[in-house]
């Protein structure tokens, strides 16, 4: 079992940045692909950012390649996303996940955390 707590959301102006942090209890951690999604009000849960089990594979949905970074400390269980130059469209509650695969979709990941609200201004 893995349980999982995102932080780092927030209001921030069009052009900002914003890092998000998902911590994750067990001593598991380093054996799970984990991965970000979005979900906006009225939208489907989106893919947005993947990162390998090693961290050393990584992966992006179009909208968010070149803005955003995932990345994950193993010794502090925690993976992150750095998310820059921010726009009115990105947002949505974030989630993190943690899965066997590093996949672009939901059904691929067994443990959700609860989500963090990311509100970009114009």
């Known amino acids: 079992q893995v349980q999982l707590v995102e932080s780092g959301g927030g209001l921030v102006q069009a052009g900002g940045s914003l890092r998000l942090s998902c911590a994750a209890s067990?001593?598991?951690?380093?054996?799970?692909?984990m991965g970000w999604f979005r979900q906006a009000p009225g939208k489907e849960r989106e893919f947005v950012a993947t990162?390998?089990?090693?961290?050393?594979?990584?992966y992006y949905a179009d909208s968010v390649k070149g803005r955003f970074t995932i990345s994950r400390d193993s010794a502090k269980n925690t993976v992150y996303l750095q998310m820059n130059s921010l726009k009115p469209e990105d947002t949505a509650v974030y989630y993190c996940a943690a899965g066997n695969w590093p996949g672009t979709s939901p059904r691929m990941y067994d443990y959700w955390g609860q989500g963090t609200q990311v509100t970009v201004s114009s």
């Open positions: 990162i390998s089990s090693s961290g050393g594979s990584t």
């Open positions: 067990g001593r598991t951690f380093s054996r799970y692909a």
